[in-house]
């Protein structure tokens, strides 16, 4: 079954800290994947996405993600964390004949320490 | 950047009455858009694909004659709440996925959700 699992429901980091987001995909065919984050009362923002080619991705807002096919993993880093950072964060992932649809994680909810 | 527009925001109303939240792709066209609902501090629901010219393809479990899809134009998607009732309370989401020589590899881009609250 096509799944996405953040084992993480939420985390709190202090402000200038590291910061890493796991995510674990079960999917039957090559993987396409996302990093959303959502703010309060608001709808989802794309951070990065992988599709193919290099397995490490940057995206907006200082985040990178490090996808590992060994391991189904695509967890999402920060090496230094804002205030601003706080948020929902989800992981997701599609697939070529899928027609655009995405499996999303649960999310995890990133709390950010003064 | 993509930039989709949901509208309204929020919207409060008596229980019986039918809501229309739309859509909008404003700077690229959109032949597939999502309806997702989101219950608090979950995560994403997926209700329906739309597609334009077309009838949505609901998921499983979403009842089509309560939500009504309509995707007529490549910038435009509704999404109709008929006869609205206090479960339907919810955080509704469209995004758009854009056109680019029919590869699906494209990203969704979401709109601002709307804040459904039936009394």
């Known amino acids: 079954a096509q799944s996405v699992t953040q084992p993480d429901i939420h985390i709190t980091v202090s402000e200038g800290a590291s910061l890493e987001l796991r995510c674990n995909y079960s999917?039957?065919?090559?993987?396409?994947l996302f990093w959303y984050v959502q703010s309060p009362g608001q709808g989802l923002q794309l951070l990065l996405k992988?599709?193919?080619?290099?397995?490490l991705v940057q995206g907006i807002k200082g985040f990178e993600a490090e996808f590992k096919r060994s391991q189904s993993s695509f967890n999402l880093r920060k090496p230094s964390v804002h205030w601003s950072d706080a948020a929902e964060y989800f992981c997701?992932?599609?697939?070529?004949?899928?027609?655009?649809?995405?499996?999303f994680g649960q999310g995890t909810e990133l709390s950010v320490k003064p | 950047g993509a930039v989709v527009s949901q509208h309204p925001s929020r919207v409060i109303c008596k229980s019986g009455t039918s809501v229309k939240i739309e859509c909008r792709s404003l700077?690229?066209?959109?032949?597939?858009m999502f309806w997702y609902r989101q219950f608090p501090k979950q995560s994403l629901m997926l209700m329906a694909t739309s597609n334009e010219g077309s009838k949505a393809t609901y998921e499983q479990g979403v009842e089509k004659d309560k939500f009504l899809i309509n995707h007529a134009s490549l910038t435009l998607s509704t999404l109709t709440v008929t006869s609205a009732h206090p479960e339907d309370s919810s955080f509704y989401i469209c995004?758009?996925?854009?056109?680019?020589?029919?590869?699906?590899?494209?990203?969704?881009?979401f709109g601002d959700g709307t804040r459904l609250s039936i009394l």
């Open positions: 700077d690229f066209q959109a032949t597939t």
């Open positions: 992988y599709f193919s080619g290099d397995t």
């Open positions: 997701a992932v599609g697939g070529q004949g899928q027609g655009g649809k995405l499996i």
């Open positions: 995004s758009a996925l854009g056109t680019n020589g029919g590869y699906s590899n494209q990203p969704q881009h």
């Open positions: 999917y039957g065919a090559t993987p396409y």
